[in-house]
């Protein structure tokens, strides 16, 4: 038995510390965990994601298409770049928040946010939209959405993993300096029902 | 022994502390930068480190503390390989006293890399022993036997991990500190029978190592890191060969229903031939599921030549994988499905909307932004040819910025420039190079360009930093790996020494000075060089951004247009600055031709 969850988004958004909480908190669980992370050109600014594989049976840290339990996006356009992974009943966690890359303003591919939410809600049976700009109103700060997903991925029931579970993680990777505010984080987005 | 979460590289560096290397030498490169780094940070007592101004250098300290008893291990990526490649193929002929490893990272798609070489037939070129891990634990495991291996045959041994187990995290049981072996060399023993090299040794010595890469390769055969996995079904008459990486991929993708039997190969060369015929036996069909070079469907073509067996070898020779490229879980999947005889999934054509692309691009203040613009702007119309290099700013040949006509392998800029500049005397030739890769090998390009009598601009875009590979200190930023602050290296002493009366020190963000100083040195005769100098954004962390006054701003677009800074975006036709990424470099507000920007300040 295992759990399969692709993160994606934009390079400097936070996807690798995500993925390191989620595999700390696994381990703390004692299940076996395996990620893969994207380093290096694809950083500076490009789509980025993580790989992360809980539980047995698992061999590769890559996960195959169509294989992907859950999708942790950080952004709309690259949940649905990273679709292909989710199995056909799997969850989408996403911010709504779009991140538009210059490209699209000096001649490349627009981006269609209408057209993007609108197949994401048309293909994705449980879909969890996260509203950044609300969280970072609410929490006065928009470097915590990584945890906000989290949580928000907790609550969707997908993860063998509990809040308590995320929350033991931060405490022990997260500087004391930002404890509270992702303390506060965690605890900020509510699952739709 | 406890357990630690591990990327693949710093599983790794542990390993080669627990084996108890002695010094430890590399040039960054991804996908192997965080061998030396992690090295730097966990080591303890006596491990000397750091990161030498290129990897034949790297290859040669190494060497030289092999020569004297230490355990030595060089860190490169495969393109650093090349670099180091004339050391090694010598140092192959004559040995090593104490054990030396020689991580080289390969990069499969390439994800960031100029070329698709594989180590494992690098091996064989060289003759060097080659191990080849799957998976973080077992690269942990094998970088000590690596340097066993080698102390024990006195030869180089290759561990050569690619992108994903470099990069790939596990948790794995790792070695207490107090369980780390000590070493003590012994120093280095005068014998030039041993240690110079002359046709006359390397006659003798390659026949020892023809006869020792024969032996090891029966050895190999019965090495746990070779193993042959029993089929079962209708499928056991079928077989799959693979390794490293992709051998998690045929193990995600195999089900007990159908069973082909599996040789995993973790020691490329030399090839365990014997465990070969042995899982070769009554097969009528293998395919060999590898990534970069065929090495191993090669040699078991040659397996079956030689021992006259009739099983038929399929893999990319024969179109069954694909040629180049990287594998993933589903690539792999549906070749076994292909070689099985099972349905093959057909991919559905996606009905997703179009969606924005997001090339990497120089990061919002980078003064390698400004330092193109600058030139741009100062060459205007002319016939110019900009010869770019490796690094970051290898980014500058995206638009709108499009200043990097050529980019073909470390420091080779320069000479390339030079070389169009004898074909073609009346074009303005110019090299971008940065301090790192200058350091590196641009030093010698630029001398044999002033020697030769070229006509180009050389231009250095000095961020006093190795950006591209996460900031490692160079010789021109005076800090070592071990932690020292030594004398800086001065590229402008450098350059003036070989003779070059023309060097500018420039800030590229003090846009119409940088400019004025492009039209005035590229006017000049001969070799000149102009140094762009601000430090990489992302180490400075400047604190002020930039702000558009909206009723000042008459919507032009021309910062976003020429500069495709990723701060600035347009929203109601007006210019509009994303202040969690803008670093107030002014670069902006020194092109708005109304002065509707504000608020930067520059370094």
């Known amino acids: 038995m295992n759990v399969n969850i692709v993160l994606c988004g934009v390079g400097g958004q936070g996807t690798v510390l995500a993925s390191k909480l989620l595999a700390a908190a696994a381990m703390d669980r004692g299940l076996p965990v395996k990620t893969a992370e994207t380093i290096g050109m694809a950083q500076r600014g490009g789509s980025v994601f993580s790989h992360v594989r809980i539980g047995e049976g698992v061999s590769s840290p890559l996960i195959g298409r169509g294989r992907a339990d859950l999708i942790i996006a950080f952004e709309p356009a690259e949940a649905v770049r990273q679709l292909p992974f989710l199995k056909p009943e799997g969850t989408v966690v996403v911010a709504t928040r779009p991140i538009v890359p210059a490209s699209a303003l000096t001649g490349g591919p627009a981006y269609e946010l209408d057209a993007i939410m609108t197949y994401l809600e048309d293909k994705v049976e449980h879909l969890v939209l996260v509203d950044a700009d609300a969280a970072a109103r609410d929490l006065g700060s928009s470097k915590c959405l990584n945890v906000v997903l989290l949580g928000a991925a907790v609550r969707s029931g997908v993860l063998s993993l509990t809040t308590e579970d995320v929350a033991k993680a931060i405490k022990r990777l997260v500087p004391e300096r930002f404890q509270d505010l992702n303390a506060r984080a965690l605890a900020y987005a509510e699952c739709e029902p | ?603």
């Open chain 2, 1 to 603: 022994m406890h357990t630690e979460f591990l990327m693949g590289n710093e599983a790794i560096a542990l390993g080669a502390l627990a084996a108890g290397v002695n010094v430890v030498a590399g040039y960054p490169g991804t996908p192997s930068t965080e061998v030396l780094e992690t090295v730097a940070k966990r080591k303890e007592g006596n491990v000397y480190v750091e990161w030498s101004v290129n990897e034949k250098a790297a290859m040669e300290v190494a060497a030289g503390a092999a020569y004297a008893g230490a355990r030595a291990l060089v860190t490169c990526k495969q393109v650093g390989l090349n670099v180091a490649s004339d050391p090694l193929m010598s140092l192959e002929y004559l040995g090593v006293k104490g054990g030396m490893v020689v991580l080289v990272a390969d990069d499969p798609g390439p994800i960031s890399s100029q070329t698709e070489q594989d180590t494992r037939t690098f091996a064989q070129f060289s003759k060097v022993p080659c191990l080849d891990p799957s998976g973080v634990q077992e690269a942990y495991e094998m970088v000590q036997e690596a340097f066993e291996l080698s102390e024990r045959i006195g030869s180089p041994v290759f561990l050569r991990p690619t992108t994903r187990v470099d990069h790939g995290y596990e948790a794995i049981e790792v070695a207490e500190q107090d369980e780390w072996l000590v070493r003590q060399p012994e120093g280095f023993v005068k014998d030039s029978s041993r240690w110079v090299i002359f046709p006359r040794l390397s006659v003798v010595n390659h026949a020892k190592i023809e006869a020792r890469n024969a032996s090891l390769s029966d050895e190999f055969s019965a090495s746990p890191r070779n193993f042959v996995l029993p089929g079962a079904g209708e499928c056991a008459r079928k077989g799959i060969a693979t390794h490293g990486i992709s051998y998690t991929y045929v193990s995600d993708n195999l089900d007990e229903a159908c069973l082909p039997r599996v040789l995993r190969v973790g020691t490329p060369f030399p090839f365990p031939e014997r465990l070969a015929v042995e899982f070769l036996q009554g097969l009528d069909e293998v395919l060999c599921v590898e990534e970069l070079d065929p090495v191993i469907e090669r040699a078991l073509i040659a397996v079956c030549g030689r021992h006259g067996l009739t099983t038929k070898i399929r893999g990319k020779l024969t179109g069954d994988v694909q040629p180049s490229g990287e594998n993933t879980v589903e690539s792999v999947g549906e070749a076994i499905a292909r070689f099985l005889g099972k349905e093959v999934p057909q991919p559905q054509p996606s009905d997703a909307p179009q969606l924005p692309v997001r090339p990497p691009v120089l990061c919002a203040g980078c003064p390698h932004r400004a330092s193109f613009y600058a030139v741009k702007k100062a060459m205007g119309k002319r016939k110019t040819i900009y010869c770019g290099d490796i690094g970051c700013y290898t980014l500058g040949n995206a638009q709108p910025l499009d200043m990097v006509d050529t980019c073909l392998c470390m420091g080779a800029g320069i000479n390339i420039a030079q070389g169009v500049f004898h074909v073609e005397p009346d074009t303005a030739c110019f090299a971008f190079v940065g301090d790192s890769t200058f350091f590196a090998s641009g030093i010698t390009g630029v001398v044999n360009a002033f020697y030769n009598q070229a006509n180009l601009t050389v231009v250095i875009l000095d961020n006093s930093t190795t950006a591209m590979t996460g900031h490692q200190p160079h010789p021109g930023t005076g800090r070592t790996m071990m932690g020292e602050v030594v004398q800086k290296v001065s590229i402008e002493a450098i350059l003036r020494a070989i003779g070059l009366t023309t060097v500018e020190t420039v800030n590229p963000l003090d846009h119409e000075l940088a400019v004025e100083t492009v039209r005035r040195v590229a006017d000049e005769p001969g070799v000149k060089a102009i140094i762009f100098k601000s430090p990489c954004v992302v180490l400075a962390r400047p604190q002020a951004t930039s702000k558009v006054d909206a009723s000042a701003c008459i919507g032009c677009q021309r910062c976003i247009r020429e500069l495709g800074c990723p701060a600035l975006a347009l929203r109601d036709g007006k210019a509009v600055i994303d202040e969690t990424q803008c670093s107030g470099c002014t670069l902006c507000e020194q092109v708005c031709p109304v002065g509707a920007i504000s608020g930067g300040e520059r370094l």
